[in-house]
């Protein structure tokens, strides 16, 4: 993973601004290793390309990491696409398809390189963490089928994630309990419709069903997700 955060000419907002960088690398840092040795490693989002003088032309990211950008105020592009605030929106995040795009010379099934965009993540406010794990996820489910993308499952399993691998953080960041299983299984109690209705925010609540998968297989040491069969 490489963080990438803005700079200013105010060292009170660079220093805030490398706060949340550190944060957000700490936690990924925490949970890459438990991530990868259950789904395997990420495709990485991009080739390093560098000009026939030895200089790093890279658009903004795209080489032997993967990248997670921090948004503030300021804007660039990747890809031609905007990365900014108005990008992100009300959600926390999005994953965005990195060129050059994978299909089935780059293994088995369609898959996909993977970027990530981030809204600022502060310590003092622990839920503003808690998709930094899904974000971890989202980049492996890509690795493994592109298809997922827009469907129940995608949603489902990265909610698990974020309830799973919330084991790993210490304290004041884990908030599984409150963030995922009070909110989404609740949601999921009132719901009349199938495990896979793919529409509103049911997808989320669905997180139930690799939770149960979990449950009757003894723990993510014993089991692998094999997303590539759904």
Known sequence: MRVWSECYEDPVNTSLANIQASLTMKIFEKVW??????????????????????????????????????????????????????????????????KPLCSEQCGQGKVQRVFRVARPHLPA????????????????????????????SYEAFARWSESHYDRVLGWPERVALEKVHKEWFNYFLKSDVALDWPQNKHPYASYIWPFFLEQETGGAANHRADLTAL
């Open 33 to 98: 290793a438990p991530m990868t040795a259950l789904m395997g490693p990420p495709l990485l989002d991009g080739d390093k390309i560098v000009d026939k003088n030895g200089n790093d032309v890279t658009d903004n990211g795209g080489d032997d990491a993967i990248d997670v950008y921090i948004v503030n105020s300021y804007s660039l592009t990747r890809e031609n696409h905007p990365i900014n605030t108005a990008a992100v929106g009300g959600a926390f995040g999005y994953a965005r398809p990195a």
């Open 125 to 152: 406010l622990p839920s503003s963490a808690r998709p930094l794990p899904t974000s971890s996820f989202y980049v492996l489910q890509f690795a493994h089928n592109a298809n997922l993308h827009g469907g129940w």
